[in-house]
C-alpha cells in the first residue's frame, strides 16, 4: 500500500503539462513578480520589527530620564532648605526672617508643582465629597450643616483634574439634643 501511493506521487510529480508560449511567459513573470513582493514582504517585516525595537528603546530612554525637569526644579529648593538649614545651625537669631526664608521656599515649591498640573482640593466648609475627601472623623456641631467639611487635616491633590491624593478631614454632623 504505501509503494503504490509513493508511485502515486512520483507520477503526479513527473506530469507534464503543455501550455503555450505566451501563457507560460506570463506565469513566469507573475512567478517572478510574487517573488519580488516576497521580498519586500520580509525586508519590510524587518524594518517593522527594528522600528519596534528602536521605539521600545526610546521609550525606557524616556521613561528613565522624564522626570528630570521636575528634578532640576527641585534641586533649586533643595539648595534653599541647604542654606536655611546652614543659617539655623549657626544660631542666627532672627527667627522673622529664617521664618520667611521658610515660606519663599515653600511658595516657590507650590508655584513649581501647580506648573506640573498640581492644584490642592478645596475642601474646609465644602460639603463632603467621597470622591475627593477622606472622612477620618465626625463631629457633632449646629455651626456647618450635615456633612460639611469642618476640618482639614491633610490637604488632598489633584493632578490635572485628577484626584492623587484625598484631602483626609473631619466632617459634620447633626447634634443630638
Given at each position: ?32 513578480k510574487a517573488s519580488q513582493y516576497w521580498e519586500r ?137
Amino acid at each position: 500500500m504505501q509503494k503504490e501511493k509513493l508511485e502515486k506521487d512520483n507520477k503526479e510529480q513527473q506530469e507534464v503539462v503543455s501550455v503555450k508560449k505566451a501563457e507560460y511567459i506570463k506565469l513566469k513573470e507573475e512567478a517572478d513578480k510574487a517573488s519580488q513582493y516576497w521580498e519586500r514582504i520580509l525586508r519590510l517585516q524587518a524594518e517593522f520589527e527594528n522600528t519596534r525595537k528602536r521605539l521600545e528603546r526610546e521609550k525606557q530612554e524616556y521613561i528613565k530620564f522624564a522626570n528630570e525637569g521636575i528634578i532640576l526644579e527641585l534641586l533649586n529648593i533643595l539648595d534653599d532648605l541647604e542654606r536655611s538649614i546652614e543659617l539655623a545651625q549657626t544660631k542666627h537669631q532672627d527667627f522673622p526672617a529664617f521664618l520667611k526664608g521658610i515660606e519663599m521656599i515653600m511658595a516657590h515649591l507650590y508655584e513649581m508643582l501647580k506648573n506640573y498640573g498640581l492644584k490642592p482640593i478645596e475642601a474646609k466648609g465644602k460639603p463632603f465629597d467621597p470622591h475627593y475627601h477622606e472622612a477620618l472623623l465626625q463631629v457633632e456641631t449646629d455651626a456647618f450643616p450635615e456633612n460639611t467639611v469642618v476640618e482639614e487635616l491633610q490637604k488632598g491633590y489633584l493632578l490635572n483634574d485628577k484626584v492623587i491624593r484625598t484631602a483626609k478631614v473631619k466632617v459634620s454632623k447633626k447634634s443630638q439634643n
